[in-house]
């Protein structure tokens, strides 16, 4: 039975990073690729970026490159993604979703996902 | 990467059908056959409805089809069911190798 657990809700300043967490298990973690979605409040899904743990190489969308990081530990099967510079406009709820490799944003599981607010 | 365009809503009564369309460019939709589909209840994370345009996984029902034509790719429900009624979103690879979900389309069973 495959899982994908994220880290647990938070609640940041403006300007601040936020790191978010998905252990994966029940499946072989390397050979998938881990990608993450975001969700704001009563708006639609965009994917972010992805990375295949296998590898360790990460890739992203435009308008996430530079401010969102990508990584994974194969030793624990967690993949991780971190948001720096904080805005209000980050204010989400962020998923992980996994996709089989050679299957193109085909997301078969997903994390229960992570409430990211940012407030002053 | 602009997201897929899709319609903000569409109804439809029960035992009717009802098509989604997701319009996309030459660099993504138009190019590849990577598009999936996905449902979401609110509250709750996505579910996989269809993907590689046309391919169903297991597990759901048949009531649910996929297809494309040039740049533009459709999910089709027939048989509509109140239980059908959630927010759909499509997402296509593209040519810079990411992926770009459309805006979704909220469903109403009447």
């Known amino acids: 039975q495959v899982q994908l657990v994220q880290s647990g809700a938070e609640v940041k300043k403006p300007g601040s990073s936020v790191k978010v967490s998905c252990k994966a298990s029940?499946?072989?973690?390397?050979?998938?690729?881990l990608s993450w979605v975001r969700q704001a409040p009563g708006q639609g899904l965009e994917w972010m970026g992805a990375?295949?743990?296998?590898?360790?190489?990460?890739k992203y969308a435009q308008k996430f490159q530079g401010r969102v990081t990508i990584t994974a530990d194969k030793s624990t099967s967690t993949a991780f993604m971190e948001v720096s510079s904080l805005r209000s406009e980050d204010t989400a709820m962020y998923y992980c979703?996994?996709?089989?490799?050679?299957?193109?944003?085909?997301?078969?599981?997903w994390g229960q996902g992570t409430l990211v607010t940012v407030s002053s | 990467q602009s997201a897929l365009t899709q319609p903000a809503s569409v109804s439809g009564s029960p035992g009717q059908s009802i098509t989604i369309s997701c319009t996309g460019t030459?660099?993504?939709?138009?190019?590849?056959?990577?598009v999936s589909w996905y449902q979401q209840y609110p509250g709750k994370a996505p579910k996989l409805m269809i993907y590689?345009?046309?391919k169903r996984p297991s597990g759901v029902s048949n009531r649910f089809s996929g297809s494309k034509s040039g740049n533009t790719a459709s999910l089709t429900i027939s048989g509509l069911q109140a239980e059908d009624e959630a927010d759909y979103y499509c997402?296509?690879?593209?040519?810079?190798?990411?992926?770009?979900f459309g805006g979704g389309t909220k469903l109403t069973v009447l």
């Open positions: 979703a996994r996709a089989p490799n050679g299957y193109n944003y085909v997301f078969d599981y």
């Open positions: 029940g499946g072989t973690f390397s050979t998938y690729i």
């Open positions: 990375i295949i743990p296998l590898l360790g190489t990460a």
């Open positions: 030459s660099s993504d939709v138009g190019a590849y056959n990577y």
């Open positions: 590689d345009v046309t």
């Open positions: 997402i296509s690879y593209t040519s810079d190798t990411t992926g770009v």
